[in-house]
């Protein structure tokens, strides 16, 4: 069955401010959105909703994925359901290396498929995390290290797609992920995360750059203006924005 995230008139406010005023959007397992929008137009605070950020309080709404209603869900639950969030700014976690964080990742995911299973061997994940590493051009040494302690830009944005690649999600949801990244870096996570894009995963990635977006070729694109998404069309809608910025957003939605 393909898992369908349903994202349903969500209205989040941070602090009684009311940031996402009734968001409609759609992600199915197998297809790829950008969600663009200016900053400032709340597309990290719909990432954050997602995952049930407790500083994101939820209105108004629904969001529904693979049949569950995903705000009763604590944020493991949303992770073992099959939803993965890549975040504009990934935490550090000094004392837990790239690996074991992988590993303990994939043996919660496992234990929630079948509660019997005894966790991936080390023999087995040594090989699995070595296939990705190198498919997606980490240094071997990467994995021991503290999970984004010192990492650099480029490096916080691999480890996320290395978790991707691990995770193996239903659908996942990248958050500026080309932010900060040069463009060989650039090309090397787009691929990334091309050659995980398949009928098995659903993708929406956030950016506010199209540039990103000429790598990954989303086939639907949605453009948020004032916590709501006003425009939705196909990657010709990401075209319109590279050629012409955002001006024509803001002055067709702005209220007086
Ligand atoms: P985007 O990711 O599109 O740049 P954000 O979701 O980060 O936009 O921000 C949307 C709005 O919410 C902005 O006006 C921002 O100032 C506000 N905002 C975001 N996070 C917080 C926060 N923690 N506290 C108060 N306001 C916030
Ligand atoms: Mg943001």
Do not use: C
Request: glycine share 10%.
């Amino acid at each position: 069955m393909t898992a369908v995230l349903e994202i349903r008139n969500l209205h989040v406010s941070i602090d009684g401010k009311p940031i996402l005023k009734g968001v409609n959007l759609t992600v199915r397992q197998g297809e790829v959105h950008a969600l663009m929008g200016r900053n400032g137009s709340g597309k990290s605070t719909l990432a954050y909703a997602l995952m049930g950020h407790p500083a994101y309080t939820v209105d108004e709404g629904q969001i529904i994925f693979d049949g569950q209603d995903l705000l009763e869900m604590e944020a493991d639950a949303r992770s073992r359901a099959g939803l993965f969030l890549a975040f504009q700014y990934p935490v550090a976690v000094p004392g837990v290396t790239l690996a074991n964080f992988l590993r303990a990742s994939i043996n919660a995911r496992r234990k929630e498929a079948n509660p019997e299973d005894k966790g991936i061997s080390i023999q087995e994940f040594r090989r699995l995390l070595m296939g990705k590493m190198q498919s997606l051009k980490v240094d071997p040494s990467f994995a021991g290290r503290y999970l984004n302690e010192g990492f650099s830009g480029g490096e916080k944005k691999r480890a996320e797609i290395l978790q991707l690649a691990t995770l193996e999600p239903k659908i996942a949801v990248l958050d500026e992920t080309d932010s900060g990244l040069d463009i060989d870096a650039l090309r090397v996570v787009a691929d990334g995360i091309n050659n995980l894009i398949g009928p098995n995963l659903g993708v929406l990635v956030i950016t506010h750059y199209e540039q990103f977006l000429n790598y990954i070729k989303p086939q639907f694109v949605h453009v948020m203006y004032d916590g709501r998404v006003v425009e939705e069309g196909g990657f010709d809608l990401a075209e319109k924005i590279q050629a012409q910025g955002y001006d024509w957003v803001a002055e067709k939605y702005a209220t007086a």
